[in-house]
């Protein structure tokens, strides 16, 4: 990649607070930088992402993209990208990678230990003014060596791993070829899921992973075994399965980051379920969410203007 000594034209489509706004544009002065939202129209909006050399952001609608065939990089501020599988622009494309791993492991820690220790249970007695006390005390489990299965061996796996040995939980992981995992091929956890006390989604939105845990796998839970999912909401092949699987107590409850529609309408079963967390795909989120995001930027583009290979290019058409 040659060094570019030209001003660039850089279209924002991140949902950037003010003090992100100015730190780019302080430390930007040569560069022309446009944010989405402060252009007053859709029109407006698709004309200036069209001149853009760089764009940072995940634009839609993806025709939009498809149309952006002046874009040299595109920096996407997620870590997934299937949203724009088969699209076909001229641009390097990066992503945020592992950037929400540790999050995203913590909220679904966050999620098992609420129903392990009843905080969801506690917070709807606070709400209601009732007092239970000593009789809620036997139905309390512990997370302290669990069996884990999780789905994937990337960033928010490990990061489950490293969090969960504390617990001293005996981890599987489940991978096509990953070496830190041992469960390599459906066979291989089907025969493993009986056995396990909690089975986390931490897998990306492919081909291969849609639909993979199947209503066979959720008939091989035990009844007192937990789902978790920060992955992608397509993981479950049938989400009715699910549904009645813990409404009917076959299984012990789930935490759920990402479904299979969202936003989850209004009078969707998912809302009643008992013993299920629904974190509203919100497990990436933090404080400093926004301000990593705007460093990582700035420090890709300096790759960029030097000529220099970017952190994390993914491509589009593989999913990876």
């Known amino acids: ?36 939202d402060e252009l007053p129209s859709d029109d407006e909006r698709l004309s200036s992402l069209l001149k853009a050399d ?22 996407l501020y997620s870590t997934g990208f299937e949203y724009y599988s088969g699209v076909k622009i001229p641009a390097v494309v990066t992503n945020m990678k592992a950037y929400y791993a540790q999050p995203c492991a913590e909220t679904i820690v966050a999620g098992i230990m609420a129903l392990y220790r ?13 007092w239970v006390g000593y009789q809620a005390r036997e139905k309390l489990q512990l997370l302290f060596q669990k069996k884990v299965i999780i789905l994937g061996a990337g960033g928010i796996a490990k990061h489950l791993g490293n969090i969960l040995s504390g617990f001293d939980c005996g981890v599987t992981f489940f991978a096509r070829s990953a070496g830190e995992a041992t469960l390599h091929t459906i ?19 492919t081909k291969e992973t849609a639909g993979l845990f199947t209503t066979a796998m959720i008939n091989k839970m035990n009844a007192d075994a937990l789902f978790c999912n920060i992955g992608r909401g397509n993981l479950v092949e049938d ?9 009917t107590g076959k299984i012990g409850g789930a935490v759920l980051d990402v479904t299979a529609r969202e936003p989850i309408p209004e009078g969707h079963p998912l809302w009643d379920c008992p013993n299920t967390i629904l974190t509203q795909h919100s497990g990436g989120g933090s404080t400093t969410e926004y301000d990593g995001i705007a460093a ?18 993914v491509d589009l058409a593989k999913g990876y």
């Not at 000594?5 to 992100?20: G, H, N, R, S, V």
């Not at 760089?54 to 920096?75: E, F, R, S, T």
Request: proline share 4%; hydrophobic share 40%.
């Open 118 to 130: 009843g905080i969801d249970k506690y917070d709807t007695l606070k709400s209601q003014g009732r």
């Open 239 to 247: 989400e009715a399965v699910l549904i009645d699987a813990l409404i």
């Open 54 to 75: 760089i764009l940072l952001g995940n634009p839609k609608p993806v025709d939009w993209l498809q149309q952006a065939q002046n874009l040299k990089w595109l920096q």
């Open 296 to 313: 990582f930027f700035l420090e890709n583009l300096e790759r960029f203007k030097q000529g220099n290979r970017l952190k994390n290019v």
């Open 1 to 36: 990649m040659a060094k570019r000594e030209t001003a660039m034209i850089i279209y924002i489509d991140t949902p950037f607070k003010e003090e992100q706004k100015t730190l780019l544009r302080s430390t930007l002065k040569a560069d022309e930088l446009i944010f989405k």
């Open 187 to 205: 066979e291989d956890l089907e025969k493993a899921i009986p056995d396990a006390d909690i089975i986390i989604g931490t897998l990306p939105g």
